[in-house]
T-cell receptor, first 115, second 113 residues
């Protein structure tokens, strides 16, 4: 897995904890994404960063806070989560084409369980 | 808003046989892109095949091919000579210049001996 990596792969946290998910892409892309994948639901786009600027926030609760310090790294800071936030969190990266033609490359995901 | 529908939650195919996964989408746009992604049990989602809506020719990638029917808004995936390694969740997705990448709910494909 050298394209898009994510750490940790598994995370268990209490509702009062603060944790961070990390994503790193080694593909030279200029756009990065956070998705939430829940069972039997389509992937939900959470955030999009293009050229290190946040360009999309799909009504995500403020307990999720993204950070993109450079074009290769993306973080998702978590605090005071709810049990319904338990899911697989996927990171992806791509070139920004503006046409929709770009292919997104996904990481393996972080399986998050909120107790 | 654009929606993507995969009506088959689960499918099963015998090794070496052919299986077709269905996908329909709803859009008023004329220029867009369609994708099939595969997510094996290890969870890393990978692109299987993509189709540009302006191209009439169906995309093909080795054992994977699509049947793209633009008027019917249908985009099915055919897997020929199925292999055990094809077992995975398959997601159909839609993207245009105006919309984010929108996924269906997925089809779980089992491959049996």
């Amino acid at each position: 897995e050298t394209g898009v990596t994510q750490t940790p792969r598994h995370l268990v946290m209490g509702m009062t904890n603060k944790k961070s998910l990390k994503c790193e892409q080694h593909l030279g892309h200029n756009a990065m994404y956070w998705y939430k994948q829940s069972a039997k639901k389509p992937l939900e786009l959470m955030f999009v960063y293009s050229l290190e600027e946040r360009v999309e926030n799909n009504s995500v609760p403020s307990r999720f806070s993204p950070e993109c310090p450079n074009s290769s790294h993306l973080f998702l800071h978590l605090h005071t989560l709810q049990p319904e936030d338990s899911a697989l969190y996927l990171c992806a990266s791509s070139w920004t084409s503006g046409s929709g033609a770009e292919t997104q490359y996904f990481g393996p995901g972080t399986r998050l369980l909120v107790l | 808003a654009q929606t993507v529908t995969q009506s088959q939650p689960e499918m099963s195919v015998q090794e070496a046989e052919t299986v077709t996964l269905s996908c329909t989408y709803d859009t008023s746009e004329s220029d867009y892109y369609l994708f099939w992604y595969k997510q094996p049990p290890s969870r890393q989602m990978i692109l299987v095949i993509r189709q540009e809506a302006y191209k009439q020719q169906n995309a093909t990638e080795n054992r994977f091919s699509v049947n793209f029917q633009k008027a019917a808004k249908s985009f099915s995936l055919k897997i020929s000579d199925s292999q055990l390694g094809d077992a995975a969740m398959y997601f159909c997705a839609y993207r245009s210049a105006m919309t984010k990448l929108t996924f269906g709910t997925g089809t779980r494909l089992q491959v049996t001996l």
